[in-house]
């Protein structure tokens, strides 16, 4: 029988986190005269008592504390992702924006899955405790919960190798640290060193300390979360475009190579194929970008390369942020940002999307089947970082693409049928799949949001969000008869 005691306690001490965390904007708005304070110290009380409850019900002998098994391992992903999202979308619920339940989970969800889009109108004159709310969800969701779960997993005397693999979603980087409380605390440092350098160069750029802070939250978490209603346009400033542009880049590069980088190993990072390549296609999907403005007349010179460099970096690391409306841009725009959309960033970053990783070995095995085609008697096999690509892993990608394309054809379908316009329905499908944030069309492009969705289209939506960001198969596998056998 699947014991599930070492996931109550972990799931409690992270909901016992989550809770303490809520008290930061509570102090927000208690010094700004705002009473939603009240709302957070109520949310924070709740999921305090959830988490010490669901801790003490975990406590078990040591002795059957040292092992987490696979099938446990699968398990505590999915369900501490659900049960923080809802704990999470507490806050909305009690404060003055006063959200539905289906809303209040789908932008506490949003948030953690670093997806960035939104049911609250009027961001502008929102609250301050809100707004930094939504900020620290991101932050929270691009490695924390990660980070949190491996730190707190030797509590129980047990490997985090498992629950790791499945958050930086492939086995393709080197184990650059051996040991996980290590590469936890590396990738925390990491982590908390591109933050400050980010909201330092958003407050030397023009905005506010908080506005930088909450800014801040939503580029290295690839999140998007903003504290206006227009996104980057609201400040239309050049500095503060190309800090974006930076930090959002850096944030989908494998974190944990940033370490060896700035010991005096900066080939570790710059010589990973992954980040080559990552490179070579955001640069050439800049290009075609920028060559599209110029051609339809669009815009000119220097100010289509800003918009193509800002919303293409935005989009493919699956930040959603904006300095532009290019839901007008008409067609071809609407087509680019889905397929860009869809690749995302690096593995080991807090991008999502298909991973660049995954683009290379199907391109691999691609090429591999036109050699076997064009010579049947010859032995070929792809290489990846100048190491043998196996077999296994290239079935393990085709599979999952052929999942992910499954799963955004189903999710659009499923909105068409709730009511919704063909382009309204797979843009917002790609766009939660690929947890990206924008999708197109005057309801969820770039100047639009997701109030108007029903009940039953936001709960797919969600739906679609987590299995976004939990990769897929870490759910799928939960419904598979064969795997609560014993």
Request: with cysteine; net charge neutral; aromatic share 12%.
């Amino acid at each position: 029988m699947l014991d599930l005691r070492p996931l109550s306690m972990v799931i409690g001490y992270m909901l016992m986190a989550l809770g303490a965390s809520m008290t930061i904007p509570a102090l927000f708005d208690f010094a700004a005269g705002n009473r939603d304070w009240q709302g957070f110290l109520l949310s924070s009380a709740l999921t305090l008592f959830a988490g010490l409850a669901l801790a003490l019900t975990g406590r078990a002998p040591k002795e059957l504390l040292t092992q987490i098994n696979l099938r446990q391992a699968f398990l505590l992903t999915s369900l501490s992702w659900i049960m923080i999202s809802v704990f999470a979308a507490l806050p909305f619920i009690f404060v003055k924006v006063h959200l539905s339940v289906p809303d209040a989970i789908f932008e506490s969800v949003s948030g953690f899955t670093t997806t960035g889009s939104t049911v609250i109108v009027g961001l502008d004159t929102t609250a301050p405790g809100t707004l930094l709310w939504r900020g620290l969800t991101h932050w929270i969701g691009g490695v924390g919960i990660v980070v949190t779960a491996i730190a707190m997993l030797p509590l129980l005397q047990v490997g985090g190798m498992q629950l790791f693999h499945m958050e930086s979603s492939d086995r393709s980087e080197e184990k650059i640290l051996p040991r996980m409380a290590q590469i936890a605390q590396t990738t925390g440092l990491i982590y908390l060193g591109l933050s400050l350098a980010c909201a330092l160069s958003f407050w030397a750029g023009g905005m506010s300390p908080f506005d930088a802070a909450v800014h801040m939250m939503g580029t290295v978490s690839g999140g998007g979360f903003s504290t206006s209603d227009k996104s980057f346009a609201n400040w239309d400033s050049v500095p503060l475009d190309m800090a974006a542009i930076l930090f959002m880049f850096l944030a989908a590069l494998p974190l944990i190579l940033f370490w060896p980088a700035v010991h005096g190993k900066p080939m570790v990072l710059l010589g990973n194929s992954q980040v080559r390549a990552f490179f070579l296609i955001t640069t050439a999907a800049i290009a075609i970008l920028t060559i599209f403005q110029w051609s339809t007349g669009l815009n000119e010179g220097w100010q289509a390369l800003r918009y193509a460099a800002f919303n293409t970096v935005s989009i493919i690391t699956n930040t959603g942020f904006m300095n532009t409306d290019y839901g007008v841009w008409g067609p071809f725009a609407t087509t680019y940002f889905i397929c860009i959309a869809l690749i995302g960033g690096c593995s080991g970053s807090t991008a999502s999307g298909l991973k660049i990783f995954r683009v290379q070995v199907l391109y691999l095995a691609m090429v591999n089947q036109i050699k076997r085609v064009m010579y049947p008697n010859g032995v070929f096999t792809a290489h990846y970082n100048n190491r043998p690509l196996s077999d296994a892993t290239i079935s393990s990608v085709t599979g999952f693409l052929f999942l992910f394309l499954l799963t955004f054809g189903g999710s659009g379908l499923l909105l068409a049928a709730l009511g919704l316009d063909m382009t309204t329905a797979f843009s917002a499908a790609a766009a939660m799949l690929s947890n990206s944030g924008p999708g197109m069309g005057p309801i969820v492009g770039p100047a639009g949001n997701f109030s108007t969705m029903s009940a039953p289209q936001i709960w797919v939506l969600t739906v679609t969000m987590l299995l976004g960001r939990l990769e897929l198969l870490t759910v799928y596998v939960l419904f598979l008869p064969r795997f609560w056998r014993r």
